[in-house]
C-alpha cells in the first residue's frame, strides 16, 4: 500500500485518528496516538519512539539488566518506520486507523531489539538454506 492507497482508504473510511504501534521485547503491542500531520510526515521519514519498550518488562517495570537501553543511555528515542502494508480500521474505534511499525537503526537497518526486524531476518537466511 502507497501513501494515496492509504489517503484513499483513510477518506473512504473517515479516518481522523491514527494510533501506530510496535513490538517490545516482550512481544507486546506498544502504541501510541500521532496527530494526522506527523502521521503524513512520517510516511516518509522515520519517527521518534522511545527506546524504554526495549528495557522494561510486560508489567512496565525496567529491567536492571538492559544492555539495548536502560538508565546508562537515557532512554533515547529510537527511530520507527511506518509500515503502511498493516494498514487497519480499528474496529472499537471507527474513525481511527491502526499501523505497525518497525524499529530502525539510524542507517535504516532493523534495530537489534525489534521482533519484527528479527522475524525478517530470520526468513531471509532461512529462505537463503533453502
Not at 474505534?93 to 499501523?99: L, N, R, Y
Request: glycine share 10%.
Amino acid at each position: 500500500m502507497d501513501s494515496k492507497q492509504v489517503r484513499d482508504a483513510f477518506a473512504k473510511h473517515g479516518i481522523r485518528h491514527v494510533k501506530v504501534g510496535g513490538y517490545d521485547v516482550d512481544g507486546i503491542l506498544r502504541g501510541k496516538y500521532v496527530a494526522m500531520d506527523k502521521f503524513w510526515g512520517a510516511v516518509d521519514d522515520p519517527i521518534g519512539f522511545c527506546d524504554v519498550i526495549f528495557g522494561w518488562d510486560a508489567t512496565d517495570v525496567l529491567y536492571d539488566n538492559s544492555q539495548v537501553t536502560g538508565w546508562h543511555s537515557g532512554y533515547p528515542d529510537t527511530r520507527a518506520r511506518i509500515d503502511l502494508s498493516t494498514f487497519r480500521v480499528l474496529p472499537w474505534e471507527p474513525d481511527t486507523a491502526a499501523f505497525l511499525m518497525d524499529f530502525v537503526q539510524p542507517d535504516g537497518s532493523p534495530h537489534p531489539a525489534c521482533p519484527r526486524g528479527l522475524l525478517r531476518q530470520v526468513i531471509a537466511r532461512s529462505l537463503s538454506l533453502g
